[in-house]
C-alpha cells in the first residue's frame, strides 16, 4: 500500500493561508489503513483547524469528507458539489489523489496535507516499513523475494556492500541490511548459488529514470486510438 | 596472473610490479576540501619513493574534496602513480566512462572501484545518490571498456579506448563474513585485477579467510593487497573496533596502545600539560607506526598475499617509517 504522513499542523495553517472556506477531504484506501488521511484523521484535523483558526483570529469554516479512493474520478464526482464550494480543498490522500482532484477541478485550489512517502507494509502496530521503488522491472525473481532496490540503501543489484555489520545497514542500525537478508534466505533455501551470478546494471528506463510512465492495456480500452 | 607473460594489460608501475611478483606497496593520499594543488604537491613528495603508487581517495566518507582525476593529476606531474578511486556513489555510468576517458587521456592507468560511502555521512547529507550501477559492475564495465573496446551500452569506441589496472575492495571481516571469500571471487570473475582489503589488524582472522580465498583459487587470478594503517592513539582503535562497520581490532592491540601512554595513565586530558600531551600522542604514534610494520611483517608470510596497502590519510608522515620498518624500502625500479 501506499503510506504518507500527516504534515505539520503550521505548515498545513502555511499552505491554507487565509482562506474562508476549507474542505479537508480525506481517502478511504491507503492512507486510511496507514491511520494518516482517513475519515477519523480527516475529521480531527478539521477540528484542530478550527481551533487554530479562532485563535488566530482568522476563524476558517472547515469542513470534512471522506471518498472511498481520491485517485478515481468516478469517487470524486461524488463531492464535486463540496470541493466547488470551498475556497481550498486540504487533500488527505496521497500525491495522486491531490493530483486527481487538480486534473478534474480546473478551477479548484487544492494543497496537500500529507507528505506521501513510500510503497509499503505495515510491519507491527503502528510501524511501516518501505517495500517496493516501483522499478519497473521486478528482480524479486533472483532476489529471494526481498527487494534490494527499496531497501538497500544504495540500491545495490548485487551487494552486500563492506557496510553491512551484524544484520543492519551501515546508515543507521536500526535499519535491516537487505543483502544480510537476502543471503539469509537464500542460503537457507539452498540457492546461495544465485548471488554468484553476475549481473548487468539495471534498466533504470523502464523506472522512473526514462521519463513519466503509462501503461496502455488495449485489450481492456473502450475506445481504440484508431476510433 | 602469470608473473611470466609480459604482455602487460596496462604498463603502469602497479601492474609490472606486481606481475614481477614483487609485494606490493600502494598508500593513499585524500585530496584538500579545497582547490589547493600545493597541498596535493606537498603529500605527493611525502610518499614518493615509497609507495609503488597512491590510491587517491573519491570524496571519501561523502565530503566534497578535490576530484581524484584531478588531485591525480597533480601526483602524476609529481613523478608518482596514482590509483584513481571512482565510486558508484555520485556518477552514472554516463559520468563514470567520461570521466575515464579523461583520465586515461590523463595519463592515468590504475583504478579502484568503488561503491562509495552513503552520502549520509558526509557534508551533504541531504543530496541525491546515484548508485546507477555498484562496484561490481563498474569493474565489469571497465573491463569491457579496456579488453573488448565497447562502453557499456555495447557501442564501440572511435579511437583510443580508455585502459586501466581494475582494482577493486574487499571488506573480510564484513557481514555475512561467511561470504565474503565468495564475493571477492565474484569481483575477480568480473575482471578485477588487483584488491585492496579494508583495514587488517587481526592477522588469525585474515589469515583464516585467506585460507578460503586460496581455497577458491581467487590469489591465482588477482592480486591481493592487505589494508594496513597506523593507529593514532587507543582511542582511535577503540573506535575502529567499535564503530567502523568490518573493522576488527583484537585486545592486544588495544593493550599494546595503551600500554604506549602507560607513563601519563590515569591523568584526564585537562591535567597534562601542552608538552605532556604531544609527548604522549607522539608515543602513542611511535606504538602505532611499530604495530603496523609488525602486521605488515606476519600478512607478508600469508600465502596468497601480494602486497600491502597503506592507509594513513592525514599522517602521510608515518608512511616513509612503516615501509623502511617493514623492510619495504627502497621499493623496485619498475618504470
Ligand atoms: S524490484 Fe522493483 S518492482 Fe520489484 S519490489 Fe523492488 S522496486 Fe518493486
Ligand atoms: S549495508 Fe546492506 S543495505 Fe546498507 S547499503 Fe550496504 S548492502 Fe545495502
Not at chain 1, 528482480?139 to 556492500?161: D, V
Request: charge should be negative; hydrophobic fraction near 40%.
Amino acid at each position: 500500500m501506499i503510506t504518507g504522513e500527516q504534515k505539520s499542523l503550521e505548515e498545513i495553517q502555511t499552505l491554507l493561508g487565509e482562506a474562508e472556506k476549507v474542505l479537508v477531504l480525506g481517502c478511504g484506501t491507503c492512507v486510511t489503513v496507514c491511520f494518516a488521511g482517513g475519515s477519523r484523521e480527516a475529521q480531527i484535523l478539521s477540528s484542530s483547524l478550527r481551533m487554530a483558526s479562532k485563535l488566530n483570529g482568522h476563524p476558517q469554516e472547515v469542513t470534512d469528507f471522506t471518498v472511498q479512493r481520491q485517485c478515481e474520478w468516478e469517487y470524486l464526482d461524488e463531492v464535486e458539489k463540496e470541493i466547488e464550494d470551498a475556497d481550498i480543498v486540504l487533500s488527505l490522500a496521497c500525491g495522486i489523489g491531490v493530483q486527481a482532484i487538480a486534473e478534474h477541478f480546473p478551477k479548484t485550489w487544492v494543497v496537500p496535507g500529507l507528505n506521501t512517502t513510500f510503497l509499503g507494509i505495515p510491519v507491527e502496530q503502528g510501524v511501516w516499513e518501505e517495500r517496493c521503488a516501483a522499478c519497473g522491472d521486478c528482480i524479486l525473481g533472483l532476489t529471494g523475494g526481498i527487494c534490494p532496490i527499496a531497501r538497500c540503501s544504495k540500491t545495490m543489484w548485487k551487494g552486500p556492500c563492506g557496510g553491512s555489520e551484524a544484520g543492519h545497514c551501515e546508515i543507521d542500525p536500526d535499519v535491516p541490511c537487505a543483502w544480510q537478508l537476502i543471503y539469509d534466505r537464500l542460503s537457507s533455501m539452498g540457492k546461495e548459488e544465485v548471488l554468484l551470478e553476475l549481473q548487468t546494471p539495471k534498466n533504470w528506463q523502464v523506472s522512473r529514470d526514462g521519463g513519466p510512465r503509462k501503461i496502455i492495456r488495449e485489450d481492456l480500452r473502450l475506445i481504440t486510438e484508431e476510433e | 596472473m602469470s608473473s611470466k607473460d609480459n604482455d602487460y594489460l596496462v604498463g603502469s608501475r602497479l601492474e609490472k610490479v606486481l606481475r614481477a611478483g614483487h609485494f606490493a606497496v600502494t598508500g593513499e593520499l585524500g585530496p584538500p576540501q579545497s582547490a589547493d594543488p600545493e597541498v596535493i604537491r606537498e603529500k605527493a613528495a611525502l610518499l614518493k619513493g615509497y609507495v609503488d603508487a597512491v590510491n587517491i581517495t573519491d570524496n571519501q566518507t561523502a565530503i566534497v574534496r578535490m576530484s581524484s582525476i584531478g588531485a591525480g593529476t597533480l601526483v602524476l606531474q609529481e613523478g608518482l602513480e596514482p590509483v584513481i578511486q571512482m565510486t558508484c556513489r555520485d556518477r552514472n555510468r554516463l559520468a563514470i566512462q567520461s570521466d575515464l576517458l579523461g583520465a586515461h587521456a590523463l595519463g592515468m592507468r590504475n583504478l579502484l572501484c568503488l561503491t562509495g560511502d552513503h552520502q549520509i555521512f558526509g557534508n551533504h547529507p541531504t543530496a541525491k545518490n546515484v548508485y546507477d550501477m555498484d562496484s561490481l559492475q563498474m569493474v565489469q564495465m571497465v573491463a569491457d571498456m579496456r579488453d573488448k573496446g565497447i562502453f557499456q551500452s555495447g557501442d564501440e569506441f572511435k579511437g583510443t579506448p580508455a585502459s586501466f589496472l581494475i582494482g577493486a575492495a574487499a571488506a573480510p571481516f564484513a557481514d555475512p563474513i561467511e561470504f565474503r571469500p565468495l564475493r571477492l571471487a565474484k569481483k575477480v570473475k568480473a575482471g578485477a585485477n588487483f584488491i585492496q582489503t579494508q583495514l587488517v589488524y587481526d592477522v588469525k582472522e585474515f589469515s583464516k579467510y585467506m585460507k578460503k580465498v586460496r581455497d577458491l583459487d581467487t590469489h591465482k587470478e588477482t592480486f591481493i593487497l592487505a589494508g594496513v594503517g597506523p593507529l593514532k592513539s587507543p582511542g582511535m582503535a577503540r573506535y575502529m573496533k567499535n564503530n567502523v562497520p568490518g573493522i576488527l581490532v583484537p585486545d592486544e592491540v588495544i593493550e599494546r596502545m595503551n600500554k604506549a601512554g602507560n607513563k601519563w595513565a590515569g591523568k584526564k586530558a585537562a591535567d597534562l600539560s601542552s608538552e605532556e600531551k604531544k609527548a604522549r600522542s607522539k608515543a602513542w604514534k611511535e606504538e602505532g607506526i611499530q604495530i603496523c610494520i609488525d602486521l605488515i611483517k606476519k600478512i607478508k608470510k600469508i600465502d596468497g598475499v601480494a602486497g600491502v596497502h597503506i592507509m594513513a590519510i592525514e599522517w602521510e608522515e608515518a608512511v616513509k617509517p612503516i615501509v623502511e620498518g617493514a623492510g619495504l624500502y627502497p621499493r623496485p625500479e619498475e618504470k
